[in-house]
């Protein structure tokens, strides 16, 4: 790479700068004997592969004693890899301390929030807001950096690896005294922080800043909102300030360097705030079959879709320094193992959606450890096999079409409102038992997905002025700036759908002083809500746990379920169906036009979702949450008005769809994520990049698993 995207402002339309598709794989030759290098050095090379990622996991290697260190190692095995062509990316491995360090600085451990510490042995056991593991991060950081700065074998770093992934959250002496000093420097004064934690209610005001205790679940009640707010504040604060001490270092050592960072889960990542804006670009590391264990979406293929496009959204185009090739297992789960053609078809999509390059996790599996049946491109023999193969034709194919590819960015026509982290956080500070923001937008963009529409998550303060359809959902803290960015959108013409209860709370997590939704936000929308309250899932027969921190629901045993449940139902046109989740009473100015009304109970008749004209454009409110049907309702009510269509027409079950462009290129990403051939109708003519077969006459033929890039002309 010889571009960076270093200081330029975060937009999801944010491109790499960058005139090289990195394509490699993660590789620890600390696990096997050295006998074994070259061949694995001539085997990437041979792949295609043009890089290396090395060293995050190694810290007991590169300093085996405080203050000596050694390098040896790691510079025979980049020299190994530099003479078959193939670069390397070095980590800081601050996420696995040497057992010096920690039996010599135990007050460096996490502990949680019962007081028991985290153990070496593991990984991410050392709080990153400890001034001593700070100052021991900085030291090796600085020790590799002095060594490896003119190596110009190494081309770039990845600060530590998937930070907050295992536990964000630490409960120490000295996690607190950092706490109370970041509060101390947010609020200046005591009083300002009671006002801000609301400090008359059950007397939880403090007389100071030392006095400040962390906000722990169950205490035997539930914290306040705001405390558990600012606490979450901080975890991201910490986080952002740990990545910056080294980013400094790497910095001033070598400006041709690029720096990212790989995230595994996203928790306490603010990336508007601070994580993301020291960076060059950020990487997120993709295992569709994990997710799809832990979440139960039931489709792996639409959730990597949803997680890389809620990705993209905080930061823009990516990299991906761990795709799955294969199995993937700790002691405590395992996944489903890719089938032959589906490795490089998750990889394709990964690039369909905003990857500017990927590493296959990993080069070969452990023979030792925690992750001794994590697969990789070899076995554990020493054999290349189908993976090989695949990652050997997804490199051809991503060198060959790197002039296309780089550069463009993601299409979207529909946009969610994402990738803000204090919206984030208010959720889980006071559930209730309701969708969380993201889980209400999942429905939209799965909608959207299984239609072939160019979907993808946006910030307010992004520009706007690509998509044709902006959805909020349920945003409750708002901001007056966000609502003047939504004037202007709807008013060059987009239609704008705003969810139930957003805009409710202010920046303190307090409930507004207002009629909801806000002066701002009414004033846009021309609704008040006058009265509201919670309505059972859909299809549920329980009531909600709101002693879930989770937001999930429960069916009590003990008591009939129907006793307690009322049904709303609404009609929207001719279609009625029952309300989910939550619902809102509307009062609207006679300018707006009253889209569906509840039709039973008490608020018959009463607006329930509206539209207000907004120059060229307008804007929708909506005075409950999605279900599948309202989702659909809304969207065949809204697309057509707003000229959103799909990428390819009649998309057949299992073909997924996304486009990258340019103000030069148009390319159509056609994918089968199933194991069995399928034709596609109706495809855009262009030329297919991926085989010499000529232009594609409106219909593609696809194998299991099969993938088309289309130039269109």
């Not at 959204?313 to 589906?342: D, H, K």
């Not at 036009?593 to 039973?600: F, L, P, T």
Request: proline share 6%; aromatic share 12%.
């Amino acid at each position: 790479m010889n571009k960076t995207s270093k200081g330029r402002a975060l937009s999801v339309w944010r491109t790499i700068q960058t005139d090289r598709f990195l394509v490699g794989a993660p590789h620890y030759p600390e696990h096997v004997d050295e006998s074994y290098w070259d061949n694995d050095a001539r085997r990437m090379a041979e792949a295609g592969f043009n890089v290396a990622r090395l060293g995050e996991f190694a810290w007991h290697i590169f300093e085996p004693r405080e203050g000596t260190f050694d390098f040896d190692l790691f510079d025979r095995a980049i020299e190994g890899l530099a003479r078959h062509g193939v670069n390397t990316i070095l980590c800081t491995p601050t996420a696995t301390p040497p057992r010096w360090l920690t039996a010599k600085h135990p007050e460096i451990l996490r502990l949680d929030g019962n007081g028991r510490s985290m153990g070496h042995g593991s990984r991410q056991y050392a709080d990153t807001s400890s001034p001593v593991f700070r100052d021991y991060s900085r030291k090796i950081t600085r020790a590799m950096v002095d060594h490896y700065r003119d190596n110009a074998n190494v081309i770039g770093w990845q600060t530590d690896n998937e930070l907050n992934t295992s536990m964000p959250e630490s409960y120490s002496p000295s996690a607190l005294k950092e706490f109370q000093a970041y509060l101390q420097e947010t609020y200046q004064t005591i009083d300002r922080l009671n006002f801000a934690w609301g400090g008359d209610f059950w007397a939880t005001a403090y007389g100071d800043f030392s006095e400040i205790v962390f906000p722990l679940e169950f205490s035997p009640s539930f914290p306040g909102p705001g405390h558990l707010q600012d606490y979450h504040r901080f975890l991201a604060f910490s986080t952002a300030r740990f990545q910056h001490d080294q980013v400094e270092i790497l910095r001033k050592a070598n400006a041709s360097w690029f720096i990212f960072h790989n995230l595994g889960g996203l928790r306490d990542i603010d990336f508007r705030g601070h994580f993301s804006t020291d960076l060059d670009f950020v990487g997120y590391d993709i295992y569709p079959f994990l997710y799809d264990e832990f979440f139960r979406l039931g489709n792996h293929a639409k959730i990597q879709a949803l997680h890389l496009d809620i990705c993209r959204g905080f930061s823009g185009n990516y990299i991906v320094p761990e795709q799955q090739s294969g199995f993937g297992a700790q002691p405590g789960f395992c996944t489903l193992t890719p089938e032959p053609g589906e490795m490089r078809r998750m990889a394709m999509s990964s690039v369909a959606r905003g990857a500017d390059g990927i590493m296959f996790f990993r080069w070969r599996p452990a023979h030792f450890g925690a992750e001794i049946y994590w697969m990789g491109i070899i076995d554990h023999d020493d054999v290349a096999r189908r993976r090989y193969d695949e990652a050997r034709q997804f490199a051809t194919e991503m060198t060959a079409l790197k002039d296309k590819i780089l550069g463009t960015h993601v299409r979207m026509d529909v946009g969610i409102a994402g990738s803000d982290f204090d919206n984030q956080e208010a959720h889980k500070t006071f559930p209730i038992g309701l969708p969380s923001p993201q889980d209400d937008a999942t429905l939209l963009h799965q909608y959207c997905y299984d239609r072939g529409i160019a979907c993808g998550f946006i910030h307010p303060e992004d520009d706007l002025s690509k998509l044709k359809v902006f959805y909020v959902p349920h945003w409750v803290i708002w901001k007056d700036s966000w609502t003047e960015r939504l004037q202007v959108f709807a008013e060059n013409g987009g239609t704008v759908i705003i969810g139930a209860r957003t805009g409710t709370r202010d920046e303190n997590n307090h409930v507004i002083r207002e009629t909801a939704p806000g002066r701002s936000l009414s004033k846009l929308t021309g609704v008040r809500v006058e009265d509201f309250g919670r309505l059972a899932a859909p299809g549920a027969n329980g009531l909600f746990n709101t002693m879930s921190r989770s937001g999930g629901l429960v069916i009590p045993p003990d008591r009939p379920a129907e006793s307690s449940r009322r049904i709303r139902r609404f009609a929207v046109g001719n279609h009625e169906f029952d309300a989910g989740y939550f619902y809102e009473n509307l009062a609207v100015e006679p300018e707006v036009e009253i889209v569906g009304v509840w039709s039973n109970r008490y608020a018959a008749g009463t607006p329930a979702i509206t539209s207000r004209a907004v120059g060229k454009g307008r804007v929708l409110y909506v005075g409950t949450y999605l279900t599948p049907e309202l989702t659909a309702q809304l969207a065949t009510r809204t697309f057509v008005d707003a000229n959103v269509e799909p990428l390819v027409p009649g998309l057949p079950d299992g073909v997924e769809v996304t486009m990258r462009e340019n103000h030069e290129r148009r390319l159509l990403f056609v994918q089968n994520v199933k194991d069995t051939p399928v034709t596609v109708t109706g495809v855009p003519f262009g030329s297919n990049l991926l085989d010499s077969e000529g232009p594609v006459p409106g219909v593609l033929t696809l194998d299991g698993y099969g993938c088309a890039v289309l130039e269109l002309i």
